[in-house]
């Protein structure tokens, strides 16, 4: 079947402080694996997007890898700030003529000052 | 360049009631996909549209539900005779074309509340 994990479910950080947020999926075939930032009742914003080929890719202080051996990707966030509270969803999209988007339920960040 | 635009942004119905949820996707783009997102949950796909085409509706409940996006104007989701539990945030997005890294854009978002 095809699901996309993550976790924690939630986590809480003080501002300043570093976290890496978990996601593993067993869609097939795979096309590529994306994080988005959903803040409180606002769309999802596109953070990165990863091929089969790409290990790790940054977009300033949030830094993503994907292992696609194991199935396995993560979101750094590096000297968080209280901007960055807000629901980090691991998408991935599955290969073939549908294009279809499949997403995780999300890691739900909150940083405390 | 407007981003996905999405309207209402909130909608109240009746039970029985039709709700009508519309997206413009970004210009150029030409892809358009319904997610539902109750509450404490992720996001769900529901249908994916092309101008004119329905390609993936497998996401898409079997009754009440329609969509569709026509050669001119916003694409329409539309939930016949509502009930209490389709309450919930209904996300568009778009994208210009199939290939695999490509973007794709979310609006706001209809948030559907059910009375």
């Known amino acids: 079947k095809n699901q996309v994990e993550q976790s924690p479910q939630s986590l809480i950080i003080l501002e300043g402080k570093n976290c890496t947020l978990q996601c593993n999926y067993t869609v097939s075939p795979f096309s590529n694996l994306r994080w988005y930032k959903q803040d409180t009742g606002r769309g999802p914003v596109s953070l990165t997007i990863m091929t089969f080929s790409e290990n790790t890719k940054s977009n300033g202080r949030y830094t993503a890898t994907l292992d696609a051996d194991t199935k396995q990707s993560s979101l750094h966030i590096t000297a968080s700030q209280l901007s960055d509270s807000a629901s980090y969803i691991c998408?991935?999209?599955?290969?073939?003529?549908?294009?279809?988007?499949?997403f995780g339920t999300g890691t739900l960040l909150a940083v405390q000052p | 360049n407007a981003g996905v635009m999405q309207n209402p942004r909130h909608l109240v119905r009746r039970r029985g009631q039709e709700a009508r949820l519309r997206c413009s996707p970004m210009k150029g783009h030409s892809h358009v996909y319904w997610y539902r997102q109750l509450p404490e949950e992720g996001l769900k796909f529901m249908v994916y549209?092309?101008?004119?085409?329905?390609?993936?509706e497998s996401g898409m409940p079997k009754e009440r539900f329609s969509a569709e996006f026509p050669k001119e104007g916003p694409s329409i989701l539309r939930i016949q005779q509502v009930v209490r539990g389709d309450s919930a945030a209904y996300f568009c997005a778009s994208s210009p074309t199939l290939e695999g890294g490509t973007e794709a854009f979310f609006g706001q978002g209809t948030r559907l509340t059910v009375v």
């Open positions: 549209l092309q101008k004119e085409n329905i390609i993936d």
């Open positions: 998408v991935v999209r599955r290969g073939g003529a549908t294009n279809k988007l499949i």
